[in-house]
């Protein structure tokens, strides 16, 4: 059973920073794509940005384009999602996912396991 824990959410204000983060206990997924993937109240879910075996980011929002980063340490078994210059439109849920059965990031958002997800609040 592959676990995994999201935390770093909370309040921030409109231009500040968090940084998220997403550590496996019960395995190792240095073979795995990971991304991050963003849920609004009343809004579908979408993707935010991914992140290959090999370290390769891929965005799936051209609106976090040079705001938000995706790093990995698979030494500490973490992701970390970087998020800069916030804005309140990026409120939502965030939920860390891993691709157990690929190391690239798919365009389809293929992921088959989820995290509960951070609250990320953007207000002042």
């Known amino acids: 059973q592959l676990q995994f824990v999201e935390s770093g959410g909370g309040l921030v204000q409109p231009g500040g920073s968090l940084r998220l983060s997403c550590a496996a206990s019960?395995?190792?997924?240095?073979?795995?794509?990971i991304g991050w993937i963003r849920q609004a109240p009343g809004k579908e879910r979408e993707g935010v940005i991914c992140?290959?075996?090999?370290?390769?980011?891929?965005n799936y929002l051209d609106s976090v384009e040079g705001r938000f980063t995706i790093s990995r340490d698979n030494a500490k078994n973490t992701v970390y999602l970087q998020m800069n210059s916030l804005k309140p439109e990026d409120t939502a849920v965030y939920y860390c996912a891993v691709d157990s059965r690929r190391g690239f990031c798919s365009a389809s958002l293929s992921f088959d396991y989820w995290g509960q997800g951070t609250q990320v609040t953007v207000s002042s």
């Open positions: 992140i290959s075996s090999t370290g390769v980011p891929t």
């Open positions: 019960t395995f190792t997924w240095d073979y795995y794509a």
